[in-house]
């Protein structure tokens, strides 16, 4: 399981809770996506079914030692008092390139199989959902029922990336957990753990790139971001006059395997424009709010419309050089 680095707070709000005798059966784990909340979520779900199997015999915490048995059968996907629930595959053998847009109703009526018997291994079991934000509406309406009335000795781990959307009557019955941006150096220590052959150079991009979520330096990785913002620097500085910086980046980004890297793009160039405004007053800084507006909309249209990739980049590329005339 990965490390759990970061949000202190949270992790210490939660192990006290755990430990008082009082826990409450449902939490929503509410922060930016990237962060952590469900690396915490499956944590603190093992440390639970741990405890509940051997009470009293771990260290004060939310970690659970790698020989316990609970860790070993949680790794292997056999633990019979855990779930998770998560969007599915389209395609069983791309697992991680195409899944559903929702966790569906059918996923969570599911859990009627293991709510009609008593847990297997102790009095407790533990159901993880990843996030509830993709619940689909049919599906958020029968796990309320859960939440309104628990199956004994059932705790729900709600991981919500904007609980804001939620239904009420959903927020209402959960204890907020609240998860934050990750500082640089704790950004650092997630990607040099989980990426121990970055060199530091990488590791510098990434963490630049990530804006306090090593989940979002994660999925750069081996992309070269510290390319792309080199790039988008250099349109930046000069306006790129001629449109040579653009076009060279257009056609990088739209030939034959560069769609990992393109969809990196994509994702980066807002976050790199904000970057952008943070540093501006006045008339430079609402041009640049308006280019980042501007920026997540094409970002948006060219994935939900296909757009073409060369095009795109050119386009994204021109809010980015537009700025320089606005500074």
């Known amino acids: 399981m990965a490390a759990l680095i970061g949000n202190a707070a949270a992790q210490s709000a939660f192990a006290s809770a755990a430990t008082s005798g009082t826990l409450h059966h449902a939490w929503l784990l509410a922060g930016p996506e990237g962060v952590g909340k469900a690396t915490f979520a499956r944590a603190a779900a093992l440390r639970l079914l741990a405890d509940a199997a051997a009470p009293g015999t771990l260290a004060p915490g939310v970690d659970v030692p790698g020989s316990h048995p609970a860790r070993a059968l949680m790794e292997a ?126 590791i510098g991009a990434l963490v630049r790139a990530s804006d306090g979520t090593p989940g979002r330096g994660l999925r750069y990785a081996g992309l070269d971001i510290g390319g792309l913002d080199t790039a988008m620097a250099a349109i930046l500085a000069d306006g790129d ?9 257009a056609k990088a980004l739209s030939s034959k395997g560069a769609a990992p890297r393109y969809r990196a793009f994509l994702e980066r160039a807002p976050s790199y424009i904000a970057e952008v405004a943070r540093s501006r007053h006045g008339t430079p800084l609402a041009a640049a709010l308006d280019a980042h507006s501007a920026a997540r909309d094409l970002a948006g249209a060219a994935i939900g419309l296909s757009l073409d990739a060369q095009a795109t980049v050119f386009e994204m590329g021109t809010l980015i050089a537009g700025l320089h005339a606005a500074a």
Do not use: W, Y
Request: charged share 30%; hydrophobic share 40%.
């Open 241 to 249: 006059a001629g449109n040579a910086r653009r076009t060279a980046l």
């Open 77 to 202: 996907g056999s633990h019979p008092d855990f779930r998770v629930l998560s969007r599915l595959p389209k395609d069983a053998e791309k697992p991680d390139e195409d899944v559903a847009r929702s966790i569906t109703i059918a996923q969570v009526r599911s859990l009627g199989t293991m709510f009609a018997t008593r847990p297997s291994l102790s009095f407790r079991r533990v159901v993880v959902i990843d996030s509830i934000d993709d619940l689909e509406r049919g599906g958020a309406n029968a796990l309320l029922k859960n939440l309104e009335e628990p199956p004994a000795g059932t705790v729900f781990l709600l991981v919500s990336h904007a609980p804001g959307r939620l239904l009420p009557t959903i927020r209402s019955r959960c204890r907020l957990l609240r998860f934050e941006r990750l500082s640089d150096q704790d950004v650092a220590r997630v990607l040099r753990h989980e990426l121990p052959e970055a060199d530091e150079a990488e």
